[in-house]
């Protein structure tokens, strides 16, 4: 007997056995999946054992990649792998699409990346602005076109590309970029990375007359738009980029765009002041340090962080005196020859000389994914995850020791704390002296035992940072909208507090408690981008729902035997310029509706009309023409929309089954309505012209916000100390982390504690807000009280030095988070340590800011510094005797000797 192969446990089968066979191979092709639909398949077919238990699973449906998309190529900004999308092979993509069907495609290639040739899935390609020149002629600032290109792909490739697309032989054809605030000539055999072409970078595409004429002599210059100076500039949308890494589907180009460069004065002829980050009309006068940094796209998180550091007093200092000139270590295998010290070094120079109001870390981006793959491309990071990678990179760049000798490890049994810890510090200063460990590193005491065998294992570790988990809750607040359908009242928001194992149903039961709704006439709903995504059923997990998920509730009233549970998508139309169609856009809220039992459709326009008139208003103050309903209600004589057929993925005609097909019509006449298959509909609103009825797209937006839904973030009761005291708790290790036992010679699940032993010059808390789980991703948005001033840690620090000289810090900046897993931002406030003003750094802007702005449940990585104690280099140190270890005051970790690289509040 031959399987089924639409049965769940063949598509299951088939699909695993493709992933767990497929590695990455260079050139090969992969395909995006949208990751709510990925999990939905995976349910249906039980994927993983554990979900057996789910008795009916949804069927996922159609794939529906739109959300994905800005336009018709281009992806969303912000999509995070694993909870926006998930990427199979072209096997698995093409057996999914053949049993589900919908789409759009969107592929991209296996590219090597970094010094390393390292295998990359490339998600995000580059765009391209080229501009076009022919012989002498000045370059048109309004005539560019936008291209998406992979960053592997070779300058002569895309030049070949550009004049394809643009009629020109390649031979007479050159290509120019703006590296660095300066044009340069591109060498053809170059690929994109090399030629350090970034996202959004302008590309002039030069071309000659004929074989015999010469080029042009020197960059291109840019003529001036119109006589007052201002240069003609206009908005396009993403549908605008054409897609040269793959085949063109008759998508439009733009024929300008938001000139970065239109804000420089007329004439000028580079193009400089956006990626140099030179503002056109600064002459002088701005704070040292008060600068911001462009982004480059998704670089918000490396800005966030380069911002912290910057103003990291000891350690700018150390750049600007270009100390680290001669302390680069070239040849150190673990470092990256030096490069990302000096390109850093260069950045802080422009940051902190006063002439910008804002610089481009254009050269400094791409060195990090020269070195570091894992941050090459454009697609958003973790601040704190950059932050780490750098503070080691510019460690072994800086290391001051070049041989690195061998260093034994003893056994520590039975001796005093203070010459462990020595011994353990002078281990590690014989192979790692720099202004990152001068600065930011201190001491953990780490204490094992055996639970069978009782024995004990102590080490003492160094730490750059200290993340910090936080003490989560039992509990869980679920925002949830309720749209009473029936009604067609304002949607109320509520918060529902639910026990984080709880299932849907008991939320839902929750939800009616406090709403005074029938839980058994509430369906509860996740809306992504204007569509409903998929209906939770009360036998799943709270735990489906992500911090940045849109659950929606719809009350419908009673459901009669033989009713109707209609899906109402709301589209307006939008006429495309360049087919000079009219496509349809979803936006504002879905909504479910009861179509009872030999329902027509108008009923299903009067059901509609419920819901959405309160979003109505007549033009120019006139009255609304109105019919007398039944039941008392008011209709108007003809409705401000039309209704059609859709299939509940929304990108489908639900009646033809047809993709081109926008949706057969419904009209408002007293047939029988045609229940389809899926039984969802589109609203379609008229487009608005004088005399027409119009929404109001305010209202549409507008909710009422219960009580329950009013919670003070700072009410969490959460503390940096109660999160110190969490990290320093003695936890039991898992299994899977189980320690081995030299004395009983096995694995052991052994208590597990730390302690904090000698604390650095420079603080970095790392409060741990995103939880991974092999079910769920989440961030904690829940707010953490700090101390701007006096962090006193003395009561739980042990070195002597320390106990002696309490450990008193002063925060001086803070990396913040807002927003969820899947579009987060980052930015950060700082404390120049010129004129002790705090300031906030927003990508490009940096403006002063208040006290009360410092504090903020987005705080991710705080910044603090010690009072009292000066950078200085440390090295290697005598170790205390086992006589003097109990009254020694010499800390192991702060024993250092005075250089030049300590520093006085007044050198920065």
């Given at each position: 007997?031959v399987?089924?192969?639409?049965a769940p446990?063949?598509q299951?089968?088939?699909v695993?056995?493709?992933l767990e066979n497929?590695?990455l191979k260079?050139?090969?092709?992969w395909?995006l ?5 990925w999990?939905q398949?995976k349910?249906?077919v039980?994927?993983?054992d ?6 009916n699973p949804a069927?996922?449906?159609?794939i529906?990649?739109?959300d994905?998309?800005?336009g018709e190529?281009r992806?969303?900004?912000d999509?995070?792998?694993g909870?926006d999308y998930y990427?199979?092979p072209a096997?698995?993509w093409?057996f ?15 590219i090597k ?5 390292q295998?990359?899935?490339?998600v995000?390609?580059?765009t391209?602005?080229?501009y076009k020149k022919?012989?002498?002629s000045?370059v048109s600032?309004t005539d560019?076109?936008?291209?998406m290109?992979s960053k592997?792909a070779?300058?002569?490739y895309l030049?070949?590309?550009?004049s394809q697309?643009?009629s020109l032989?390649p ?9 660095d605030?300066q044009m340069r ?5 170059e690929?994109l990375?090399d030629a ?7 590309v002039?595409?030069?071309?000659r007359?004929a074989?015999n ?15 007052n100076?201002?240069?003609a500039?206009?908005?396009?949308t993403?549908a605008?980029?054409?897609?040269l890494?793959?085949?063109?589907h008759?998508?439009a180009t733009?024929s300008?765009?938001?000139n970065?460069?239109a804000?420089?004065?007329?004439g000028?002829?580079?193009m400089?002041s956006?990626y140099?980050g030179?503002?056109?009309n600064?002459?002088?006068g701005?704070e040292?340090g008060?600068?911001?940094l462009s982004?480059?796209?998704?670089t918000c998180?490396?800005n966030?962080a380069l911002?912290?550091?910057?103003n990291?007093q ?5 750049f600007?005196a270009?100390r680290?000139?001669g302390?680069l ?7 990256m020859?030096g490069?990302?010290a000096e390109h850093?070094?260069?950045?802080i ?6 002439k910008f109001s804002s610089v481009?870390?254009t ?10 793959p ?6 958003q990071?973790d601040?704190?995850?950059?932050l ?14 070049t041989v690195?000798p061998?260093?034994?490890a003893?056994?520590y ?5 203070p ?11 014989l192979?790692?002296q720099?202004i990152?460990?001068d600065t930011f590193?201190?001491?953990l005491?780490s204490?094992?035992?055996?639970p069978?065998?009782?024995?004990v294992?102590i080490?003492f570790d ?17 925002p949830?909208?309720?749209?009473n ?11 529902v ?9 008991e939320m839902r039961?929750?939800l009616?408690?406090?709403s ?5 006439e509430?369906?509860l709903?996740d809306v992504c981008f ?9 036998t799943?997990?709270v735990?489906v729902i992500r911090?940045n998920d849109i659950?929606?509730?719809?009350c ?6 033989g009713?109707t549970l ?14 000079k169609?009219?496509?349809y856009?979803?936006?504002?809220m879905p ?7 030999g329902g027509t ?5 009067r059901?509609?009309?419920?819901v959405v ?6 033009q120019?103050?006139q009255s609304?023409d109105?019919?007398?309903g039944e039941a ?10 039309q209704?059609r ?6 990108i489908?005609?639900g009646?033809?089954?047809?993709y081109s097909?926008?949706g057969?019509?419904?009209d408002?006449d007293d047939a029988l309505?045609n229940?389809?298959?899926?039984s969802a ?5 008229h487009?608005i012209?004088p005399g027409?009825?119009v929404?109001d797209?305010?209202?549409q ?9 009013k ?6 009761g959460?503390?940096v ?5 969490l990290?320093l708790?003695k ?5 899977d ?10 694995f052991?699940?052994a ?8 604390m650095?010059?420079v603080?970095?808390?790392h409060?741990?807000r995103?939880?991974?789980?092999r079910?769920?991703r ?6 953490v009280d700090f101390?701007v001033t006096s962090?006193d840690?003395?009561e739980?620090v042990?070195?002597?030095e320390d106990k002696?000289?309490?450990p008193?810090?002063d925060?001086?900046a803070?990396s913040?988070?807002?927003g969820g ?9 700082a404390?120049?340590?010129i004129?002790?003003e ?5 990508d490009?802007?940096?403006?002063g800011t ?6 903020s ?5 705080l910044?603090?510094?010690?009072r009292?104690?000066?950078v200085?280099?440390r090295?290697?140190s005598?170790?205390p005797?086992?006589?003097?270890a109990?009254?020694?005051s010499?800390?192991s970790s702060?024993s250092?000797s005075?250089?030049s690289t300590?520093t006085?509040?007044?050198d920065?």
């Open positions: 007997m399987d089924d192969p639409t446990e063949v299951r089968q088939k695993k056995t493709i497929t590695s260079e050139d090969d092709t395909y999946l949208p990751y709510k639909w999990i398949w349910n249906y039980h994927y993983d554990d979900d057996t238990n789910m008795q069927h996922p449906g159609p529906n990649n739109a994905l998309l800005e190529t992806l969303k900004n999509l995070i792998d909870s990427m199979v096997s698995a093409n999914l699409l053949n049993r589900y069907s919908g789409g759009p495609e969107i592929q991209r290639k296996v990346v970094g010094n390393g040739n295998l990359q899935l490339e995000y390609l580059l391209l602005h080229v022919t012989g002498q000045m600032r560019v076109i936008s291209f290109v592997a070779t300058v002569k030049k070949n590309k550009l697309h643009l032989a031979h007479n054809c050159r290509l120019w970029g703006e590296i605030g000539l591109l060498t053809e055999t690929s990375e350090r072409l970034v996202d959004e970078n302008a002039v595409l030069e071309s007359q074989n004429v010469s080029f042009a002599d020197g960059p291109p210059q840019f003529r001036p738009e119109n006589d100076g201002i240069h500039s206009t908005s396009t993403a605008d980029v054409r897609d890494s793959g085949p063109v008759g998508y733009r300008s765009y938001n970065p460069y804000a420089s004065a007329a000028t002829s580079t400089g956006y140099s030179a503002s056109s600064n002459t002088g701005l040292k008060v600068c911001g982004n480059l796209g998704n998180f490396m966030s911002q912290c550091l910057s990291t000891a350690l700018t200092q150390y600007l270009d680290h000139r302390e270590n070239t040849t150190n295998p673990l470092g020859q490069k990302i850093y070094g260069d950045l120079h422009k940051v902190w000389s006063g481009s870390p050269d400094f981006k791409w060195q990090l994914g020269k070195f570091a894992q941050f090459s491309g454009y697609r990071h601040s704190q995850e950059l780490a990678f750098l503070l080691d990179g510019l460690h072994e760049d800086l290391n001051r020791v690195k061998y260093v034994e003893k056994d049994d039975g001796r005093e704390d010459i462990i810890a020595a011994e353990s510090w002078n281990n590690h200063l192979r790692n720099s990152i460990v590193m201190g001491q005491k204490t094992l035992v055996c069978d065998c009782g024995k294992s080490t160094p730490f750059m940072y200290l993340s910090l988990p936080l003490p989560m809750a039992q509990e869980r607040s679920v949830i909208i309720l749209c359908t029936v009604t067609g009242e304002m949607p109320v928001k509520y918060a507090n639910v026990s984080k194992r709880a299932k849907i149903g039961q929750a009616a408690v406090i005074g709704m029938k839980a058994e509430i369906i709903t204007g569509k409903v995504y998929s209906f939770l059923d009360d799943q997990a735990s911090p659950t929606v509730g719809f419908v009233g009673p459901r009669a035997e009713s209609l899906q109402v998508t709301q589209r307006r139309p939008e006429r495309n310029s360049y087919s169609s009219t496509n856009s979803t936006f504002g909504f479910l509706v009861t179509l009872p039992p459709n108008v009923d299903v326009y059901k509609i009309w419920t008139k309160r979003l109505v208003s007549p120019n103050g609304m109105v019919d007398a008392g209600d008011n209709y108007p004589d003809t409705f401000p929309f209704v057929h859709l299939d509940r993925s929304s489908r005609c009646k033809c089954n047809s097909c926008p057969c019509p419904v408002p309505f229940k389809m298959r899926d509909v589109s609203l379609d609103w487009a012209a027409e009825r929404f797209e305010q209202l937006k507008e909710t009422i916000t219960h009580p329950s839904a919670g003070d973030d700072s009410s969490s959460l503390s100390r109660s999160c110190l005291e990290f708790t936890e039991k290790l898992s299994p982390d189980a320690w081995y036992c030299p004395q009983c010679k096995v052991r699940e208590t597990k504690k730390f302690d904090l032993w000698a650095p010059p603080l970095v808390i409060l741990k995103f939880q991974y789980n079910w769920s989440d961030k904690i948005d829940a707010f101390p962090l840690l003395s739980y042990m070195s002597p002696a000289n309490p008193i810090y925060l001086f803070v913040n988070h807002s897993l899947g579009g987060g931002h980052y930015t950060a406030v404390k120049n340590s004129d002790s705090w300031y906030s750094f927003n490009s802007s940096a403006y208040s006290d009360t702005a410092i504090k449940a987005s705080a991710y990585v910044f603090y510094k010690k009292g104690q000066e200085v280099s090295v290697p005598a170790i005797t086992a006589s003097s109990g009254s020694s010499s800390s702060s250092s005075t250089s300590s006085s509040s007044s920065v």
